[in-house]
């Protein structure tokens, strides 16, 4: 009786390994040829570890004080042993706020993309699937948040509320689903074409079965791509708002450590200060950049190398 | 001296899973105002072979081995500009997609000129008397000609690359499915016109197509392709009369006429082989409801078996008995029951 | 003929598409339309095949597709079993869904990628509520057997790409199958396979009927396969039923003009025949702005003034064959 049963469960996960579809298997694939793919997944993965154990890693408290053997406040001294990317202005240990910063700008990158893609691919779904008045309502709402610009909002925004992560990932939120949305509901709108989408219908399938068993698989590998790319946007526009000094106070921000080497009048005589935090996030944008440019690739036929 | 000549020609595709062999030692000739049509099911190469004729192969497409010899010249052998010259002034196509390769921007009239100046040293006037005088042979009034892509019906933008093709006065013409994506009544009136040209310009034409009843319609002779290789060439009275190839038969009992009651159709069980794979023995084999041990192992090759009629089969004393049998549903049951036990896809 | 029970009743159904036209609606109260059907009228009775052939644009997948309920009506009535499309409860709705089923055109897209075979004809099973696995294995294994994928086991785990054109469209027939539906809509469901595998399909449809008793409606632009398959066929011009009938008296004995120009038009596979040739203009009228009177009549080489009053009301011609031109074949003017 049950024979048939584990036969067909059996049978299945074999066959699911054997569909060439795997976005995954064929970005894997993708690492051994595409040596910028293989860099990005390591420099990332780098980040990522650094980001979890930042507070083992980060060797001093960032707000501290470190004074010399002369009772000194260690004032702007280069990198050394002791302080690997140096001091800033008022003795304060670099090294420890660029790793505590790196947390800041993956859990605003994170959440913020999961946020962005979680609204904006249901919106695009929905939009795309159902079409007409309800497509019209949402894209018109989506054209609404299209022409709100980004920096002026976070600053009301913060001043309203006040300077968090929290808020500045509700902004880049708010103002970033829009973008996914209309990448979704254009997929949608040609995979809702589809005849597998008629022949589904007139199984008898409903709106909502059709949305999450026939559509969704389809178009998660293009979320997939959008939030690769929303992740680097989240950390860009957060280090941006930090630099313009909306930051979150009680959080390290490499944005932030770019503010105070700014604003202190430091930026040109101490090096250090801007370019520890400076590489970081370049380097950053850079490793995410590559991992979602290969994803790319394997996800657009017309990117696809033979 | 033939128009064209191919001989011993073979392309391969190199592909990611890799090679391809999609013609393989295809050799025939084209004599000057003969129209020869090429048929076989997707797949089989005759796309291919069409390009290769306009050297128009895609990037991962090479001319491994043979000849393409035109007008005396080898087409396989010349450079870019020797090719560009070619195009157009000798050898025209004429492709099932070529509608959609109008540009939206310009008017029909003006791609026209601006592609008879590209190929000869017509002045502007010259060439646009020349447009509108092929618009009216192929049936478009010549104030089409200031029309935009968009503003005409499939048919019509059609007929304007078919004029477009012409207008050179090419002496070859080759016809990749010109009409598959028209209606029927406009897809008749089109192969029409472009046999109706073809004769008054006494240019030769090939004609690719899967549908066998459009070549018996317009084509002298026929050529059957099957997974790269030439399976038959005939006359096409004879080949429709009498089909001596076992694909060939197979083929006629596939094939729905509008004039036939009552004759159960029949289908060849089985795909055509993978090409990606080395082919051993007759292409045919695993579909041939008459295969020994012979075809297993030796590929046949292209014999004259009658006067102009040629066949790929080892077996041309057994023709007779060949025809009998291939009208009987059994014998293509069997095909399936053999392909089934073999464990290939029997269907 | 008349003794026969009525499966599939359409009645004076209408299918019109607003066309939008940009800002300018806005300000306008003047609304445009493509007929895309326009008041048609015919019968499938049960266990026949109705062959529905036309040009692009003459309807005929529409009419296909409401029949299925992939799309609404303008106007007018499909009774389907003695039962108004019109009026029901969204149960009534599901449980006669069920009863019509459809195999679609292009067997590459018409299969989800994502699934395999089995998933992809569970699929149906499922949604009306079948439970049971080892129920539904069973079941999915005796429709592939129906639809002659045989070794069914050796199939049943692949995924679409794995598998020839012939045999995704065995699946789709499968699927269509597998709620033992009374009514088939089968559009197109030979024409982007190879020559030498169609006469499977088409053959596999007429034992759905012959075994089965499955009635369908068979929509296709290649009048040699539905002279193969149908047992009475309806010829569509823009919208318009001209002509209905018995399958070989259509295409023996043509009425309507048009179909005499649609049949002279098919290619013949026999160097020895000559195919008649009537002379018309190729191209389709504008079908915003349609022709007064016998849509037909622009092109038509016998049009006279008369015909701008037709109506396209059938006319019995001969016994079981109803035209809508207003002339019968053995009397058809001279012409303009």
Redesign the interface.
Same mark, same amino acid.
């Given at each position: 009786m049950n024979a048939t049963a584990d036969v067909i469960s059996d049978k299945k996960s074999s066959g699911l390994g054997k569909n060439p579809r795997g976005v995954m298997r064929l970005f894997l694939q993708n690492l051994r040829r595409d040596k910028l793919a293989l860099f990005g997944v390591a420099i990332l993965i780098f980040f990522i570890l650094v980001g979890i154990f930042a507070n083992v890693i980060a060797p001093y408290e960032p707000s501290e004080r470190h004074y010399n053997a002369e009772r000194q406040i260690r004032r702007l001294e280069g990198p050394s042993s002791e302080h690997w990317f140096g001091t800033t202005d008022v003795g304060r240990d670099i090294f420890s706020q660029v790793v505590l910063g790196t947390r800041t700008a993956l859990l605003v990158g994170i959440l913020a993309a999961l946020l962005v893609t979680l609204v904006g691919s249901s919106v695009g779904i929905i939009s795309g699937y159902f079409g007409g008045i309800t497509d019209s309502i949402l894209m018109r709402i989506v054209d609404f948040f299209y022409a709100i610009p980004f920096i002026p909002f976070v600053i009301v925004l913060s001043a309203v509320l006040n300077p968090s992560i929290w808020n500045i990932i509700l902004a880049v939120s708010l103002l970033s689903w829009r973008t996914v949305a209309r990448m979704v509901r254009s997929q949608v709108l040609s995979i809702s074409k589809r005849p597998f989408i008629k022949a589904a219908k007139v199984s008898g399938a409903g709106d909502l079965r059709i949305m999450f068993k026939y559509i969704l698989p389809n178009v998660i590998p293009i979320i997939l791509l959008e939030m690769a790319f929303m992740v680097n946007w989240a950390i860009m526009a957060e280090a941006s708002v930090a630099f313009l000094g909306f930051g979150d106070p009680d959080k390290q921000s490499w944005g932030q450590i770019l503010h105070f080497s700014f604003v202190t009048g430091n930026s040109r005589n101490a090096w250090w200060w801007t370019a520890a935090p400076g590489v970081a996030i370049v380097l950053l944008l850079i490793s995410i950049f590559f991992v979602a440019r290969a994803l790319e690739e394997v996800i657009d036929p017309r990117l696809r190398r033979r | 001296m033939s128009l064209l000549e191919v001989n011993n020609l073979s392309i391969d595709y190199i592909?990611?899973e890799g090679t391809l062999r999609a013609v393989d030692d295809v050799s025939f000739s084209l004599e000057q105002g003969e129209s020869l049509g090429l048929v076989g099911?997707?797949g089989c190469g005759k796309t291919t072979l069409a390009k290769s004729m306009m050297r128009l192969l895609p990037d991962?497409g090479f001319i491994k081995a043979g000849e393409i010899i035109f007008k005396g010249d080898d087409i396989v052998k010349k450079d870019k500009e020797g090719i560009r010259k070619l195009r157009l002034r000798d050898i025209a196509m004429i492709s099932q997609s070529a509608m959609n390769s109008l540009n939206p921007v310009h008017t029909v009239g003006d791609q026209l000129v601006e592609g008879i100046r590209a190929h000869s040293n017509a002045t502007k006037a010259e060439a646009r008397k020349r447009a509108e005088e092929v618009f009216e042979i192929i049936g478009l009034e010549a104030k089409r000609l200031n029309s935009y892509p968009h503003q005409m #019906?499939g048919?019509?933008k059609q007929r304007a690359i078919i004029a477009m093709a012409l207008s050179l006065n090419p002496s070859l013409i080759i016809a990749d499915e010109p009409t598959t994506a028209l209606? *029927? *009544? *406009?897809?008749?009136?089109i192969?029409k016109k472009i046999t109706e040209i073809q004769e008054h310009i006494k240019s030769s034409m090939i004609f690719i197509t899967?549908? @066998? #009843? *459009?070549v018996?319609?317009l084509c002298e002779s026929i050529i059957v392709m099957y997974a790269g290789r030439v399976m038959e060439k005939a006359k096409?009275?004879v080949f429709?009369?009498t089909p001596f190839h076992p694909y060939s038969l197979?083929?006629k009992? &596939?094939? $729905?006429? !509008?004039?036939d !009651?009552g004759e159960?159709? !029949? #289908? @060849? $069980?089985g &795909?055509p082989p993978n090409l990606m794979e080395e082919q051993v023995g007759c292409r045919f084999k695993a579909r041939c409801p008459y295969r020994t041990e012979r075809c297993q192992k030796d590929e046949p090759q292209l014999k004259q078996v009658e006067e102009g009629h040629f066949m790929a089969c080892h077996y041309p004393e057994r023709i007779g008995e060949f025809t009998e049998k291939a009208s009987k549903r059994e014998t293509w049951e069997a095909v399936r029951e053999r392909l089934?036990d073999e464990?290939g896809?029997? !269907? | 003929m008349m003794n026969k029970e009525a499966l599939v009743q359409v009645k004076n159904l209408k299918k019109y598409y607003q066309i939008n036209r940009g800002i300018r609606q806005l300000f306008s109260e003047e609304k445009i339309y493509v007929k895309a059907i326009d008041d048609i009228s015919f019968t499938i009775n049960k266990g026949e095949i109705l062959g529905l052939a036309g040009e692009s644009g003459s309807g005929k997948t529409t009419t296909g597709e409401i029949l299925v309920r992939l799309q609404d009506v303008t106007d007018g009535e499909v009774i389907f079993d003695g039962h108004d499309f019109m009026y029901e409860t969204r149960e009534e709705e599901k449980e006669f869904r069920k009863e019509i089923q459809m195999v679609f055109q292009d067997p590459y897209e018409t299969l989800n990628p994502r699934f395999t075979i089995f998933e992809t004809i569970a699929e149906p099973l499922k949604i009306y509520g079948m439970k049971d696995k080892d129920e539904i294995y069973r079941r999915v294994l005796e429709v592939l057997q129906i639809a002659e994928l045989r070794p069914a086991e050796q199939y049943i785990f692949r995924y679409p790409h794995e598998l020839s054109g012939g045999q995704r469209q065995r699946v789709a027939i499968a699927r269509g199958i597998v709620l033992e539906p009374k009514f088939l809509v089968a559009d197109e469901p030979v024409s982007m396979l190879d020559v030498s595998i169609r006469a499977d399909i088409l053959n596999l449809l007429k034992d759905l009927r012959d075994k089965m008793g499955l009635t369908m409606l068979y929509v296709s632009h290649d009048l040699s396969t539905i002279r193969y398959l149908c047992d009475r066929i309806a010829i569509m011009y823009l919208g318009k039923i001209v002509e209905i009938g018995d399958v070989d008296k259509v295409i023996s004995n043509p009425q309507h003009p048009y179909t005499q120009v649609l049949l002279s038009s098919v290619p013949v596979a026999d160097p020895d025949y000559r195919r008649e040739s009537i002379e018309i203009d190729d191209e389709l009228p504008d079908q915003i702005n349609l022709p007064e009177g016998c849509r037909f009549e622009p092109r038509c080489p016998y049009a006279t003034e008369e015909c701008k009053k037709c109506d396209h009301t059938l006319i019995e011609r001969e016994e079981g064959q109803w035209s809508g031109c207003i002339y019968s074949a053995e009397d058809l003017p001279s012409g303009k």
């Amino acid at each position: 009786m049950n024979a048939t049963a584990d036969v067909i469960s059996d049978k299945k996960s074999s066959g699911l390994g054997k569909n060439p579809r795997g976005v995954m298997r064929l970005f894997l694939q993708n690492l051994r040829r595409d040596k910028l793919a293989l860099f990005g997944v390591a420099i990332l993965i780098f980040f990522i570890l650094v980001g979890i154990f930042a507070n083992v890693i980060a060797p001093y408290e960032p707000s501290e004080r470190h004074y010399n053997a002369e009772r000194q406040i260690r004032r702007l001294e280069g990198p050394s042993s002791e302080h690997w990317f140096g001091t800033t202005d008022v003795g304060r240990d670099i090294f420890s706020q660029v790793v505590l910063g790196t947390r800041t700008a993956l859990l605003v990158g994170i959440l913020a993309a999961l946020l962005v893609t979680l609204v904006g691919s249901s919106v695009g779904i929905i939009s795309g699937y159902f079409g007409g008045i309800t497509d019209s309502i949402l894209m018109r709402i989506v054209d609404f948040f299209y022409a709100i610009p980004f920096i002026p909002f976070v600053i009301v925004l913060s001043a309203v509320l006040n300077p968090s992560i929290w808020n500045i990932i509700l902004a880049v939120s708010l103002l970033s689903w829009r973008t996914v949305a209309r990448m979704v509901r254009s997929q949608v709108l040609s995979i809702s074409k589809r005849p597998f989408i008629k022949a589904a219908k007139v199984s008898g399938a409903g709106d909502l079965r059709i949305m999450f068993k026939y559509i969704l698989p389809n178009v998660i590998p293009i979320i997939l791509l959008e939030m690769a790319f929303m992740v680097n946007w989240a950390i860009m526009a957060e280090a941006s708002v930090a630099f313009l000094g909306f930051g979150d106070p009680d959080k390290q921000s490499w944005g932030q450590i770019l503010h105070f080497s700014f604003v202190t009048g430091n930026s040109r005589n101490a090096w250090w200060w801007t370019a520890a935090p400076g590489v970081a996030i370049v380097l950053l944008l850079i490793s995410i950049f590559f991992v979602a440019r290969a994803l790319e690739e394997v996800i657009d036929p017309r990117l696809r190398r033979r | 001296m033939s128009l064209l000549e191919v001989n011993n020609l073979s392309i391969d595709y190199i592909t990611g899973e890799g090679t391809l062999r999609a013609v393989d030692d295809v050799s025939f000739s084209l004599e000057q105002g003969e129209s020869l049509g090429l048929v076989g099911e997707s797949g089989c190469g005759k796309t291919t072979l069409a390009k290769s004729m306009m050297r128009l192969l895609p990037d991962n497409g090479f001319i491994k081995a043979g000849e393409i010899i035109f007008k005396g010249d080898d087409i396989v052998k010349k450079d870019k500009e020797g090719i560009r010259k070619l195009r157009l002034r000798d050898i025209a196509m004429i492709s099932q997609s070529a509608m959609n390769s109008l540009n939206p921007v310009h008017t029909v009239g003006d791609q026209l000129v601006e592609g008879i100046r590209a190929h000869s040293n017509a002045t502007k006037a010259e060439a646009r008397k020349r447009a509108e005088e092929v618009f009216e042979i192929i049936g478009l009034e010549a104030k089409r000609l200031n029309s935009y892509p968009h503003q005409m #019906s499939g048919g019509m933008k059609q007929r304007a690359i078919i004029a477009m093709a012409l207008s050179l006065n090419p002496s070859l013409i080759i016809a990749d499915e010109p009409t598959t994506a028209l209606d *029927v *009544v *406009v897809q008749d009136k089109i192969l029409k016109k472009i046999t109706e040209i073809q004769e008054h310009i006494k240019s030769s034409m090939i004609f690719i197509t899967h549908d @066998i #009843s *459009v070549v018996s319609e317009l084509c002298e002779s026929i050529i059957v392709m099957y997974a790269g290789r030439v399976m038959e060439k005939a006359k096409t009275e004879v080949f429709f009369k009498t089909p001596f190839h076992p694909y060939s038969l197979g083929l006629k009992n &596939a094939f $729905p006429s !509008i004039l036939d !009651i009552g004759e159960e159709l !029949i #289908s @060849i $069980p089985g &795909a055509p082989p993978n090409l990606m794979e080395e082919q051993v023995g007759c292409r045919f084999k695993a579909r041939c409801p008459y295969r020994t041990e012979r075809c297993q192992k030796d590929e046949p090759q292209l014999k004259q078996v009658e006067e102009g009629h040629f066949m790929a089969c080892h077996y041309p004393e057994r023709i007779g008995e060949f025809t009998e049998k291939a009208s009987k549903r059994e014998t293509w049951e069997a095909v399936r029951e053999r392909l089934i036990d073999e464990g290939g896809d029997g !269907i | 003929m008349m003794n026969k029970e009525a499966l599939v009743q359409v009645k004076n159904l209408k299918k019109y598409y607003q066309i939008n036209r940009g800002i300018r609606q806005l300000f306008s109260e003047e609304k445009i339309y493509v007929k895309a059907i326009d008041d048609i009228s015919f019968t499938i009775n049960k266990g026949e095949i109705l062959g529905l052939a036309g040009e692009s644009g003459s309807g005929k997948t529409t009419t296909g597709e409401i029949l299925v309920r992939l799309q609404d009506v303008t106007d007018g009535e499909v009774i389907f079993d003695g039962h108004d499309f019109m009026y029901e409860t969204r149960e009534e709705e599901k449980e006669f869904r069920k009863e019509i089923q459809m195999v679609f055109q292009d067997p590459y897209e018409t299969l989800n990628p994502r699934f395999t075979i089995f998933e992809t004809i569970a699929e149906p099973l499922k949604i009306y509520g079948m439970k049971d696995k080892d129920e539904i294995y069973r079941r999915v294994l005796e429709v592939l057997q129906i639809a002659e994928l045989r070794p069914a086991e050796q199939y049943i785990f692949r995924y679409p790409h794995e598998l020839s054109g012939g045999q995704r469209q065995r699946v789709a027939i499968a699927r269509g199958i597998v709620l033992e539906p009374k009514f088939l809509v089968a559009d197109e469901p030979v024409s982007m396979l190879d020559v030498s595998i169609r006469a499977d399909i088409l053959n596999l449809l007429k034992d759905l009927r012959d075994k089965m008793g499955l009635t369908m409606l068979y929509v296709s632009h290649d009048l040699s396969t539905i002279r193969y398959l149908c047992d009475r066929i309806a010829i569509m011009y823009l919208g318009k039923i001209v002509e209905i009938g018995d399958v070989d008296k259509v295409i023996s004995n043509p009425q309507h003009p048009y179909t005499q120009v649609l049949l002279s038009s098919v290619p013949v596979a026999d160097p020895d025949y000559r195919r008649e040739s009537i002379e018309i203009d190729d191209e389709l009228p504008d079908q915003i702005n349609l022709p007064e009177g016998c849509r037909f009549e622009p092109r038509c080489p016998y049009a006279t003034e008369e015909c701008k009053k037709c109506d396209h009301t059938l006319i019995e011609r001969e016994e079981g064959q109803w035209s809508g031109c207003i002339y019968s074949a053995e009397d058809l003017p001279s012409g303009k």
